[in-house]
């Protein structure tokens, strides 16, 4: 009989996530492949038998008897990197002003940029370590994490080169997007920040991020300059994100099929001929409403639609100033209850979904045998809790590569 390092036993539910390695859609959506009494096994950092009974020692147990045991969350779409607050933009925001009307009077993106080009870089390590420690405790246990608070090629660098120094000293794997385009400095016209992006800031951010990113909005980026800066991150081999048709629908979904990005975020206003580009190009569609939720509006992004239509669909924070949390579980919670997703498809788009949309499936996202040991225990006995009893944090353990890494016990 083998001797494993840590043994997870009799789950009251081990949600596997097993099933096909592509994003899922659909029905796929809704099979988390649940094994009642559960238990995992793992040595040197990955999963190496999940299953009942299983017959094997370990150097340690863990007895997850009545609780919930599945892969990390996912974080996809988070905003890190940044210095300051903005708590004082709510009475704003409460008194009707609108959040663009915000950034155009130079708040918002704005106000953050300023805070974080004056900020050191310890402050900047200190201030994103506590927001990782956060998204670890509510069991998040990799993210994407974009740059765009800089709008400089110094302070972008700066950004990008913290990622890479927060991903080495704390448990959270951070895969890094290049965001240059996240707003249009006052020193510049969106067309000469664009140059500036593509001839400056791009050839020397290239080999710090793995996706390049655009604000494709009214009033920020079109769909042609957009275009442009995707086309021109690909040729420094970075994949295509987007932020598309968050607040008018500027065709971002459609530029994001023609582009070929991996995935589309936001989308509350895409059209439906958008987002059939999207499927027949295999873009996957991000939801964040912890955004619509911050912003106190009531159209969220039709994610009911979406999946009937057959886009794969996964779930993201979008932590930022100004919808500031760090908690996929509540993200979960909004997907249920504000976008009518069932449990089980905001799990696979919280977890598995995730992880394609930051092309990490092949190694995380679902508890198979050869995976990477990221698993989480939940105080609740299956996963239909999770957006049923809402407001707390039901994660009591996290396991990370295959060590514990946070324990309420
Ligand atoms: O995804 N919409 C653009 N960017 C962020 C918000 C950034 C901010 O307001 O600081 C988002 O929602
Ligand atoms: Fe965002």
Same mark, same amino acid.
């Not at 200190?126 to 765009?148: F, I, P, Q, V």
């Not at 990008?160 to 794997?173: G, N, T, V």
């Not at 924070?317 to 509540?330: G, K, V």
């Given at each position: 009989?083998?001797?494993?390092?840590?043994?997870?036993?009799?789950?009251?539910?081990?949600?596997?996530?097993?099933?096909?390695?592509?994003?899922?859609?659909?029905?796929?959506?809704?099979?988390?492949?649940?094994?009642?009494?559960?238990?995992?096994?793992?040595?040197?950092?990955?999963?190496?038998?999940?299953?009942?009974?299983?017959?094997?020692?370990?150097?340690?147990?863990?007895?997850?008897?009545?609780?919930?045991?599945?892969?990390?969350?996912?974080?996809?779409?988070?905003?890190?990197?940044?210095?300051?607050?903005?708590?004082?933009?709510?009475?704003?925001?409460?008194?009707?002003?609108?959040?663009?009307?915000?950034?155009?009077?130079?708040?918002?993106?704005?106000?953050?940029?300023?805070?974080?080009?004056?900020?050191?870089?310890?402050?900047?390590?200190?201030?994103?370590?506590?927001?990782?420690?956060?998204?670890?405790?509510?069991?998040?246990?990799?993210?994407?994490?974009?740059?765009?608070?800089?709008?400089?090629?110094?302070?972008?660098?700066?950004?990008?080169?913290?990622?890479?120094?927060?991903?080495?000293?704390?448990?959270?794997?951070?895969?890094?997007?290049?965001?240059?385009?996240?707003?249009?400095?006052?020193?510049?016209?969106?067309?000469?920040?664009?140059?500036?992006?593509?001839?400056?800031?791009?050839?020397?951010?290239?080999?710090?991020?793995?996706?390049?990113?655009?604000?494709?909005?009214?009033?920020?980026?079109?769909?042609?300059?957009?275009?442009?800066?995707?086309?021109?991150?690909?040729?420094?081999?970075?994949?295509?994100?987007?932020? &598309?048709?968050?607040?008018? +629908? @500027?065709? #971002?979904? *459609?530029?994001?099929? =023609?582009?070929?990005? !991996?995935?589309?975020?936001?989308?509350?206003?895409?059209?439906?001929?958008?987002?059939?580009?999207?499927?027949?190009?295999?873009?996957?569609?991000?939801?964040?409403?912890?955004?619509?939720?911050?912003?106190?509006?009531?159209?969220?992004?039709?994610?009911?639609?979406?999946?009937?239509?057959?886009?794969?669909?996964?779930?993201?924070?979008?932590?930022?100033?100004?919808?500031?949390?760090?908690?996929?579980?509540?993200?979960?919670?909004?997907?249920?209850?504000?976008?009518?997703?069932?449990?089980?498809?905001?799990?696979?788009?919280?977890?598995?979904?995730?992880?394609? &949309?930051?092309?990490?499936? +092949? @190694?995380? #996202?679902? *508890?198979?045998?050869? =995976?990477?040991?990221? !698993?989480?225990?939940?105080?609740?006995?299956?996963?239909?809790?999770?957006?049923?009893?809402?407001?707390?944090?039901?994660?009591?353990?996290?396991?990370?590569?295959?060590?514990?890494?946070?324990?309420?016990?």
């Amino acid at each position: 009989m083998k001797t494993v390092d840590l043994l997870i036993k009799n789950a009251g539910e081990l949600v596997t996530l097993k099933g096909p390695n592509h994003p899922r859609k659909k029905q796929e959506m809704k099979n988390l492949s649940i094994i009642k009494d559960g238990s995992v096994a793992i040595s040197d950092g990955k999963i190496v038998e999940v299953g009942k009974n299983l017959s094997c020692k370990a150097d340690k147990i863990i007895d997850a008897s009545g609780k919930t045991v599945m892969p990390g969350f996912v974080d996809p779409h988070t905003h890190l990197v940044f210095a300051g607050s903005r708590e004082f933009e709510l009475e704003q925001k409460l008194s009707g002003v609108s959040y663009m009307d915000i950034l155009k009077k130079g708040g918002g993106i704005f106000y953050t940029v300023d805070k974080t080009r004056k900020a050191s870089e310890e402050q900047l390590i200190k201030e994103s370590m506590k927001r990782l420690d956060l998204m670890l405790l509510h069991g998040t246990t990799t993210c994407e994490a974009k740059s765009g608070y800089g709008l400089d090629t110094k302070t972008e660098l700066k950004i990008l080169k913290i990622h890479k120094m927060l991903s080495e000293r704390h448990p959270m794997d951070i895969v890094s997007t290049f965001l240059g385009a996240h707003a249009v400095p006052k020193e510049y016209t969106a067309d000469e920040y664009v140059d500036l992006i593509i001839h400056e800031m791009l050839p020397k951010v290239k080999d710090l991020a793995r996706f390049c990113d655009v604000f494709c909005e009214k009033g920020v980026f079109t769909k042609k300059q957009s275009e442009l800066v995707l086309e021109a991150g690909k040729q420094h081999n970075l994949l295509p994100k987007i932020h &598309a048709d968050e607040i008018v +629908d @500027t065709s #971002g979904a *459609l530029l994001a099929a =023609k582009v070929g990005a !991996v995935s589309a975020d936001h989308l509350l206003m895409s059209s439906e001929q958008g987002l059939n580009a999207m499927i027949q190009k295999g873009v996957i569609g991000v939801l964040l409403p912890g955004t619509p939720f911050s912003l106190m509006m009531s159209q969220y992004a039709s994610a009911r639609n979406m999946i009937d239509l057959g886009l794969p669909v996964a779930l993201a924070t979008d932590l930022n100033p100004n919808c500031w949390t760090e908690n996929m579980q509540f993200v979960v919670q909004l997907a249920c209850l504000k976008m009518k997703m069932t449990p089980s498809e905001a799990i696979s788009a919280a977890t598995f979904n995730a992880a394609c &949309a930051i092309r990490c499936n +092949d @190694t995380i #996202g679902s *508890l198979e045998p050869g =995976k990477q040991a990221d !698993v989480i225990i939940l105080d609740c006995p299956n996963h239909m809790f999770l957006p049923y009893h809402f407001g707390v944090n039901f994660v009591e353990t996290v396991i990370k590569s295959g060590k514990i890494v946070s324990t309420q016990q």
